[in-house]
């Protein structure tokens, strides 16, 4: 039983918890360009046609490593001397994403559905790119006992994150406007926010892992 208890422990620390909010900030953004979109898209009339073509928003997934390298070496001038290389990245994708997120809410499929899809491939570029960010940061902040916790709490947290932005918006969807929704979503990116500022940049050392 004190091995088990010992095992467990490892789930209380700062730094994976920290980890685990980090993932729900990951998993937050995947509905809001897929399903939950979709039944948004659908509401407003559009055709399945144009609903399909909306599933090529979802290419900067596949395609982030692109720029992996990029966000790995560069320096964001004045806010990484301020926070640090992880998370001067993970402030401004975080940000970025909470921008994206409301103008997607308000930007009125019906009349602009071109305005909505440029809209759309923004919020999964700056979820993409978060997401680069965050594994990163999860290799360099736990110690190595502490991968497998780590790799266990970003995936329930993803899993939180999109059930939250799948069911938890559908549900609000039922009492409240479309645009007021992606608001609450976008606010709920903050969670990520404050987790970055509140806790510490890691200390860089070399690793084999790769931050894609």
Same mark, same amino acid.
């Given at each position: 039983?004190?091995?088990?208890? /010992?095992?467990?422990?490892?789930?209380?620390?700062?730094?994976?918890?920290?980890? *685990?909010?980090?993932?729900?900030?990951?998993? *937050?953004?995947? /509905?809001?360009?897929?399903?939950?979109?979709? +039944?948004?898209?659908?509401?407003?009339?559009?055709? *399945?046609? #144009?609903?399909?073509? !909306?599933? #090529?928003?979802?290419?900067?997934? =596949?395609?982030? !490593?692109?720029? =992996?390298?990029?966000?790995?070496?560069?320096?964001?001038?004045?806010?990484?001397?301020?926070? @640090?290389?992880?998370?001067?990245?993970?402030?401004?994708?975080? !940000?970025?994403?909470?921008?994206?997120?409301?103008?997607?809410?308000?930007?009125?499929?019906?009349?602009?559905?071109?305005?909505? #899809?440029?809209?759309?491939?923004?919020?999964? !570029?700056?979820?993409?790119?978060?997401?680069?960010?965050?594994?990163?940061?999860? %290799?360099?902040?736990?110690?190595?006992?502490?991968?497998?916790?780590?790799?266990? =709490?970003?995936?329930? @947290?993803?899993?939180?994150?999109?059930?939250?932005? @799948?069911?938890? =918006?559908?549900? *609000?969807?039922?009492?409240?406007?479309?645009?007021?929704?992606?608001? #609450?979503?976008? %606010?709920?990116? +903050?969670?990520? %926010?404050?987790? %970055? +500022?509140?806790?510490?940049?890691?200390?860089?050392?070399?690793?084999?892992?790769?931050?894609?």
């Amino acid at each position: 039983m004190n091995s088990w208890l /010992a095992a467990a422990a490892v789930y209380r620390n700062p730094r994976v918890i920290a980890i *685990l909010f980090l993932g729900f900030s990951s998993g *937050l953004p995947l /509905a809001l360009t897929g399903q939950t979109l979709s +039944l948004w898209l659908k509401d407003e009339g559009l055709s *399945l046609t #144009a609903i399909g073509l !909306f599933a #090529a928003v979802g290419t900067p997934y =596949a395609l982030k !490593f692109l720029w =992996a390298p990029l966000m790995d070496k560069a320096r964001i001038p004045g806010l990484t001397r301020l926070l @640090g290389r992880r998370r001067s990245w993970l402030i401004v994708t975080q !940000f970025s994403l909470i921008a994206a997120t409301l103008a997607l809410g308000f930007s009125g499929p019906a009349a602009n559905i071109g305005v909505t #899809a440029m809209l759309a491939v923004a919020v999964a !570029f700056a979820s993409a790119s978060q997401d680069i960010v965050v594994d990163a940061y999860r %290799v360099e902040i736990l110690e190595e006992h502490q991968f497998a916790a780590g790799a266990a =709490a970003i995936v329930f @947290g993803y899993r939180v994150g999109m059930l939250v932005s @799948g069911a938890g =918006a559908l549900y *609000l969807a039922s009492a409240f406007a479309w645009p007021l929704v992606y608001a #609450a979503m976008a %606010v709920l990116v +903050l969670v990520g %926010v404050a987790t %970055v +500022l509140l806790n510490p940049e890691p200390t860089m050392r070399e690793t084999s892992e790769s931050i894609v």
